[in-house]
């Protein structure tokens, strides 16, 4: 397995990017089904201490100077909580969910519907996806997940709607079935043409999606199988703070050997649905405030 670039010896200054997030809170939490590997409805939940973790990720993004819109919670939709699904957003375009399992379809209006009442322009999907949680923008590109819920087709869609080049990166480990749960992006915000900095998981991916990774991003963080499992690259970043989980300590290292904070927020409750930091935010980039 490729090792990660190593730490530049000048720590470079790293600028915060104040970012505008979607969330849900988790009032109505639980796990009573099983659409992926971490989630186990003989384990009982705790919604109120869902809750309570949930409020402290926003408290955190609040106190850091981030715009945080909330969506309401609706009964029987325990994972709405997992705003990141929700949709992909650029220039004030909401591209928004059309969910593989039948369990979070009845999400997709709700969110839509958001949108719309918040003066995005909507474009409805015609293929299976799930958002952010598998379309990352890097820079001036698209990275995109596939091979357990979002599809090829709404990759070519993705391409259409934003006028960007999309690189289709397919996932081939059912713990991390959302590109988001394997990949993080750590600069927001880079200028025209300039590559940000990654971090992934180099085992989540097939060969040839660890090759592209290799080649577009030399310089990016290789994360050991130990901090993935954790769920330390299903996590937010300013630039800046990098909002991560306190059980990924070799990632935590990284990042701060180059030049990142790293903000630990505790999410375990919420990690029995299947999600972490980056599940619960969606990022909103334009549209009317």
């Not at 992909?88 to 059309?98: L, R, S």
């Not at 293929?127 to 952010?132: D, W």
């Not at 990690?271 to 935010?281: D, P």
Request: aromatic fraction near 10%; hydrophobic fraction near 35%; proline fraction near 7%.
């Amino acid at each position: 397995m490729s090792q990660t670039a190593p730490a530049p010896a000048e720590i470079p200054e790293r600028t915060q990017q104040l970012r505008r997030y979607l969330m849900c809170r988790p009032e109505h939490f639980t796990v009573s089904y099983s659409i992926n590997p971490w989630m186990e409805p003989a384990t009982p939940t705790d919604t109120s201490l869902a809750v309570r973790q949930w409020q402290t990720l926003y408290d955190t993004y609040i106190s850091l100077g981030h715009e945080i819109e909330l969506i309401d919670p609706q009964p029987g939709l325990p994972d709405m909580v997992y705003t990141a699904n929700g949709g992909f957003v650029i220039d004030g375009v909401a591209y928004p969910p059309k969910f593989r399992y039948s369990e979070r379809q009845g999400e997709e209006r709700w969110f839509t519907q958001w949108f719309r009442d918040n003066g995005f322009e909507v474009v409805e999907p015609e293929s299976m996806n799930e958002g952010e949680g598998d379309f990352l923008l890097a820079g001036d590109v698209i990275l995109a997940g596939r091979g357990f819920r979002s599809s090829d087709d709404s990759h070519r869609e993705l391409a259409a709607i934003f006028d960007r080049e999309v690189v289709s990166l397919t996932l081939v480990d059912p713990r991390f079935y959302h590109l988001d749960t394997a990949l993080s992006v750590l600069d927001p915000v880079v200028a025209p043409g300039a590559t940000p900095t990654i971090a992934y998981l180099p085992g989540a991916f097939d060969d040839e999606s660890r090759r592209i990774l290799e080649e577009r991003f030399p310089d990016a963080i290789r994360v050991s199988d130990s901090d993935g499992a954790v769920f330390g690259l299903n996590s937010a970043s300013d630039g800046r703070n990098v909002f991560i989980s306190p059980r990924a300590k070799g990632f935590e290292k990284q990042l701060a050997e180059r030049g990142y904070t790293p903000v630990t927020v505790d999410l375990s409750e919420l990690l029995l649905g299947g999600g972490g930091i980056k599940c619960c935010t969606l990022e909103l980039r334009g549209g009317a405030r």
